[in-house]
């Protein structure tokens, strides 16, 4: 404690509220707090604070909002918890080449906020406010990513400071650069194990001079994913395409009083000019027609639309609805969008079959769904049902040609299946941690374990 107030004065805390508020997350997984957590303002401070980790062999925890899903920024060996809350400027706007440089603290609702006077704006949305860091770190996406890609597509370059306690930057502002390997790339979704991010430059978006939204009620899920399918394939250009089966619609009507039928329903929003935004609409609701979709309905208004994706950013929390006291285990997975009803329907099966409840919500655009595991995280017996659920689940996207998590990462929840999914690529991996990170401090337990030779191949 005495050599971090020599970097940072106060701002480094061991109290136990403020460890415990690092250690735990929306998810089912157990909390583990760091020893001691430190808010850094400036690169220098993070350059300190990881040579003196280094040198004390100290775990070194970056953190961003805390919101991520798979135990990412648990501290597993407890440590230090380097909170990046405070460098949270917005440092450069480009508008005219529609960039911005900001430090990783800022959140994605903070940094729109900035950005609103300029016509541009920043579209990944993972539903939660996170930090942009944190979003860098876990290759983020959310709703959007179907018509504006995912934090790998929207981040031009980096600022990192590496284990050794360099800060390099891994890009310049140009829109496209074959410079060499693409190190913007290796730590965008690294979560934090191979060093830390202290400056980010994003790409930024026009603002849609109109926007419309719509939903629509399907007789079951194969109904809505071929819907989904059919509009994806017919090139329309949707913003977002999102998905709620019957069990999510019924914890929805209660969390959020939507009051909507309880049956599959396709969300949509679309961006562009006036008639533009009604032309795709109107494919849409056509491609809706053919698949048996009743009841289009239109939330033109601010208002209205506010209060439907409201709704949808607040799933977590209409699943937990459907069980007072119980915990979600909260599991993504990606397939190719030809396989999605497939994996969808199979799925559903197998929920039936092992008697769990868990609301389906997805990316469906993407091929992207998450199911919300309702467990009582007291009984082991559920936990261990839930657990195999899970696995089944991973199995079955993989075996589709998918992956084990499309935005979520690996954390400690999936390490067990990134081997499955890719074989002696994970060797790869660890080579290039063991090059980056040789004392392992950085985010340590995280990915893939450190040592057993890789089980499995890639299929
Ligand atoms: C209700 C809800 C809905 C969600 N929906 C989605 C969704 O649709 N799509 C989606 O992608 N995610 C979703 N998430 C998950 C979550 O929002 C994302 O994982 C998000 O990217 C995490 O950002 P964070 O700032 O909270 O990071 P944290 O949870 O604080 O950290 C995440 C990881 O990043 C690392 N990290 C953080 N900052 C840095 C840094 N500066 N340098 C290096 N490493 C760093 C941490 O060590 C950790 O490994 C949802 C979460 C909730 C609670």
Known sequence: MARLAAIVGDRASAAPGV???????????????????????????????????????????????????????????????LDMGRMNQVLEIHAEDMDVRVQPGITRKQLNAQLRDTGLFFPIDPGADASIGGMTSTRASGTMAVRYGTMK????????????????????????????????????????TLGVITEITLKLHPQPEAISSAVCAFPDLKAAVDTAIGVIQSGVPVARIELL????????????????????????????????????????????????????????????????????DNTLYAGLALRPGAKAMITDVCVPISRLADCLVDTAADLVECGLVAPVV??????NFHLLVLIDPQDPEELARAKAFNERLVRRAIALDGTCTGEHGIGMGKMDFLALELGEAVDAMRLLKGALDPHGILNPGKIFKPHPPTQGSAP
């Not at 800060?167 to 140009?174: C, Q």
């Not at 209660?254 to 679309?270: D, I, T």
């Not at 491609?287 to 639309?305: C, H, K, L, S, Y």
Request: hydrophobic share 40%; proline share 4%.
């Open 362 to 367: 997805g990316h469906v655009g993407d091929g």
């Open 153 to 192: 597509d929207n981040v031009l370059a980096l600022e990192v400071v590496l284990a050794d306690g360099r800060a390099i930057r891994t890009a310049r502002r140009a829109k496209k650069s074959a410079a060499g390997y693409d190190l913007t790339r290796l730590f965008v979704g690294a979560e934090g």
């Open 245 to 312: 089966d019957a069990v999510m619609m019924r914890g929805m009507n209660l969390h959020s009083r939507l009051g909507l039928p309880e049956v599959p329903h396709l969300f949509f929003e679309f961006h562009g000019s006036s008639a533009y935004v009604a032309e795709q609409a109107e494919t849409a609701q056509a491609i809706a027609a053919d698949n048996g979709g009743q009841g289009f309905q239109w939330a033109v208004t601010p208002e209205e639309r506010t209060r439907l994706w409201h709704a949808r």
């Open 19 to 81: 460890r415990a508020d690092h250690g735990r997350s929306e998810a089912y997984h157990a909390a583990r707090s760091p020893d001691v957590v430190v808010f850094p303002e400036t690169t220098a401070e993070v350059q300190a604070i990881v040579n003196l980790c280094r040198e004390l062999d100290l775990p070194l925890v970056p953190f961003g909002a805390g919101t991520s899903l798979e135990g990412n920024a648990a501290a597993l060996h407890g440590g230090v918890c």
